[in-house]
């Protein structure tokens, strides 16, 4: 792993308030495994220049707005 990136306990963190955030503003029909999943993808991309939450949520808004589009 690259230096600054995440351990698993806050991998395993993360994955549970993404699931968490796109549960609720997705409608119930929805699965919102397969978002969190790519949203954890492109945590290849993280270079540390800011939180990984706060790149993570980043992430899963514009991901959620594809979403609705």
């Known amino acids: 792993m ?3 990136f995440p351990d698993d306990a ?3 963190k993360l994955q549970r308030d993404l699931h968490q955030f796109f549960r609720r503003r997705l409608p119930s ?4 495994q397969d978002l969190v999943a790519d949203v954890l993808i492109t945590l290849r991309n993280y270079r540390g220049q800011a939180s990984i ?4 949520f ?7 707005a594809e979403t609705w589009r």
């Not at 029909?29 to 919102?32: A, H």
């Open 2 to 4: 690259p230096p600054g």
């Open 10 to 12: 806050t991998l395993r």
């Open 29 to 32: 029909g929805c699965d919102p």
């Open 53 to 56: 939450n706060t790149y993570a």
């Open 58 to 64: 980043a992430v899963a808004r514009n991901m959620l």
